[in-house]
């Protein structure tokens, strides 16, 4: 079955640190793949996505994201972290032509001053 | 500027009744979706619709029912058979070709009191 998984439930890093969330997704062919972000009782906002072409995505708030097929991943990185980056980080997969997205469960950030 | 509106921000419900979140998208997209976010279960898919008047169920259907009468509107009503409502509901809606990302609401908290 196609599934999502973000390792991280949970990751505190200190401001101006960097970041890499991971995610990791189980589908045989290449997906369309996104990051979103999630603030406390708020919806989700698009970070990022990847289609096809540049494996290297680059996305709001200085956000960017890497596709590597061989370990079927797509990580979200940042170089510096900031106090307002601290929410809950989602990535999603869209397998083929199914709308639908498969969601992983989500990675906490906090950011320590 | 468009968009999605979730109404009521907050929403609470006796034991017994019915309650409907109101979902409205100006984007004229074509598919609609519901999810509900429970703490640490990532987001569940409750219903979908592709085109006005279908709709599909998701994973956790039970206990809520929808109607897309209008390409803007997808309401969900959540009855009296849904034994655990207490939850952050959200709304999100994506167009049928190009762009694949979804664009979200800001939710709908449920309590039952």
């Known amino acids: 079955a196609q599934s999502v998984t973000q390792p991280d439930i949970h990751i505190t890093v200190s401001e101006g640190a960097s970041l890499e969330l991971r995610c990791n997704y189980s589908?045989?062919?290449?997906?369309?793949l996104f990051w979103y972000v999630q603030s406390p009782g708020q919806g989700l906002q698009l970070l990022l996505k990847?289609?096809?072409?540049d494996t290297l995505v680059q996305g709001i708030k200085g956000f960017e994201a890497e596709f590597k097929r061989s370990q079927s991943s797509f990580n979200l990185r940042k170089p510096s972290v900031h106090w307002s980056d601290a929410a809950e980080y989602f990535c999603?997969?869209?397998?083929?032509?199914?709308?639908?997205?498969?969601w992983g469960l989500g990675t906490s950030l906090a950011v320590n001053p | 500027d468009g968009g999605i509106t979730q109404s009521p921000k907050y929403l609470f419900r006796k034991e017994g009744q019915n309650v409907t979140l109101s979902c409205e998208q100006n984007?004229?997209?074509?598919?609609m979706y519901w999810y509900r976010q429970d703490p640490g279960q990532g987001l569940r898919l409750i219903y979908y619709?592709?085109?006005?008047?279908?709709?599909q169920k998701g994973d956790i259907a039970e206990g809520y029912s929808v109607s897309r009468e209008k390409k803007e509107s997808f309401p969900l009503t959540v009855t009296s058979a849904q034994k655990n409502p207490t939850a952050f509901y959200l709304c999100?809606?994506?167009?049928?070709?190009?762009?694949?990302?979804?664009?979200f609401g800001s939710g709908t908290r449920l309590t039952v009191v």
């Open positions: 999100a809606s994506n167009r049928d070709r190009g762009d694949y990302g979804y664009t």
């Open positions: 999603a997969v869209r397998p083929g032509n199914n709308r639908k997205l498969i």
């Open positions: 589908y045989g062919a290449t997906p369309y």
């Open positions: 984007l004229n997209h074509d598919a």
């Open positions: 619709s592709q085109i006005v008047n279908d709709f």
């Open positions: 990847y289609f096809s072409g």
